[in-house]
């Protein structure tokens, strides 16, 4: 049976994680199906994004099926709502009781600090796993039902690597709650750093004498090897599980170290 902690954060958080799975589930199926009036309006084509714009979002060929699905799900707005989704859900993990004032009740429970703060780590991980696969899902339907010539092992590639994506920012957002008990800082320190990661990979993919910065961006190795067209990329993947493991598992630390309240 799983730990009751995990239960409650579940139960604690049912609402908001089904809010955003409606969300994710609407924006993907809308966009996705869009594809066929796309692809048939001519005159669109001819009025297409700016270069720049297209170079500024990564994106190669709008107008092929990769192209487009790239556009329209992992450039922008899909890792935008998921890593929104991942960082509020985050957010309530250790700052919202603590900011409560209810942490201390929680903490009187027979649970040492790191099993609480792993147990309320895996329920948002997992509820956040849920949000970040719905696209995955999804479009292994619509994909073909549409028309879309993309073999799925790439569409599976590319909703892996969001996966992999949320979680390297999960890990992030936890360590930032735990070390501050705030949630409020743990929006902004995230927020803040999801923009900076995204612009540095736009920007590295602009300019020639910048090419150096994608490596230090989490949307290098999400999006910036092209999976819809290429593929598989491993190593990519688990460098971004690392960095949210490594940062979950720092938060964990943290945690167990800090005066609660304080």
Known sequence: MLPALVRKTWRDDRRAVLGWAVGVAAFTTIYTSFYRQFQGAAELKQEALPQGMLDFLGIADMFSPAGYLQATIFSLVGPLLVLMCAITLTARTIARPE?????????????????????????????VTVVAAIPLLLLFVVVPRVGMDIPLSNVAAAGVGLIALVWCFTGIA??????????????????????AAYMANAISGMSDGWHWVRWLSPFHYF????????????VELLILVAVGAATALAGVWAFDRRDVGV
């Open 99 to 127: 900011e409560d004032g209810g942490m201390e009740l929680l903490l009187a429970n027979p649970l040492s600090r790191t099993a609480f703060a792993g147990q309320r780590l895996a329920a948002t991980g997992t509820a």
């Open 174 to 195: 936890f360590l930032a709650g735990a070390v501050s008990g705030r949630r409020s800082s743990v929006l902004a320190v995230t927020g803040v750093l999801a923009v």
């Open 223 to 234: 999006i910036g090897t092209d999976p819809l067209h290429t593929g598989w990329h491993p």
